[in-house]
């Protein structure tokens, strides 16, 4: 979006259908479309720390006004990254755990997912966010609510595999779910901090967890036989 289609669309130069108040919030979600987009650019290049809103708006090509109208703040921008970036990883998660395959499958798949969700840039902002909120109470508050978000879905997944016949071995789904993510956090902050495989071998650790899965579900398998 640049500035002179901001100001055309803020105008009217430009005609698009539907009525005033639909042309209106269109624009309105356009207009925070890039500004999210244009803030995550920036997130990436430069970190939360030299995160400049008149950068964000100029990417944008929108007003720097509009990033206050918004979002309120450049803190609460930056949530707003994180949070969009959120939505869209939990809905993946969601929809690989929801297929039928076992659990050691859809654990390879998240092994999978590691090296992508670094290279996207969302493991970065998140633990950016994660460290923040050390220091900053309501910025801890929005982090624990997207990160509870993640293991709400596991504990979910550890709940039916229970109710399909499967022993957690004594731990609750919930703890199962912290099991299953606390590993993953780590990595990814390892990874971040440069942390290499022949000194950590973290990715060769967490496939080794679906082996062990494999065989606690032969093992499940052969007793229900």
Request: proline fraction near 3%.
């Amino acid at each position: 979006m640049s500035r002179a289609s901001y100001a055309q669309r803020v105008d009217g130069t430009i005609q698009q259908p539907g009525s005033r108040a639909e042309r209106r919030d269109r624009a309105t979600a356009e207009t925070r479309a890039a500004i999210l987009d244009a803030a995550r650019e920036c997130l990436l290049k430069e970190g939360h720390a030299n995160l400049s809103t008149r950068r964000v708006a100029e990417i944008a090509g929108v007003p720097l006004s509009q990033i206050h109208y918004h979002f309120g703040s450049r803190l609460q921008l930056i949530l707003a990254v994180l949070a969009a970036e959120n939505e869209r990883l939990i809905e993946r998660q969601r929809s690989m755990f929801d297929t039928p395959e076992p659990l050691w499958v859809r654990w390879e798949l998240a092994c999978d997912y590691l090296d992508a969700d670094v290279a996207s840039g969302y493991v970065r902002i998140l633990q950016e966010m994660m460290a923040a909120g050390w220091a900053d109470a309501d910025v801890a508050a929005s982090v624990r609510a997207l990160v509870g978000e993640w293991y709400r879905l596991l504990a979910d997944v550890a709940r039916r595999e229970q109710e399909r016949g499967s022993d957690l071995g004594g731990f609750t789904p919930e703890e199962v779910a912290a099991l299953m993510g606390m590993p993953f956090l780590g990595a990814e902050e390892l990874i971040l901090l440069g942390v290499t495989e022949d000194v950590l071998p973290m990715r060769s650790a967490l496939r080794k967890v679906g082996t062990l899965l494999q065989g606690i579900a032969s093992v499940g398998d052969g007793a229900r036989g």
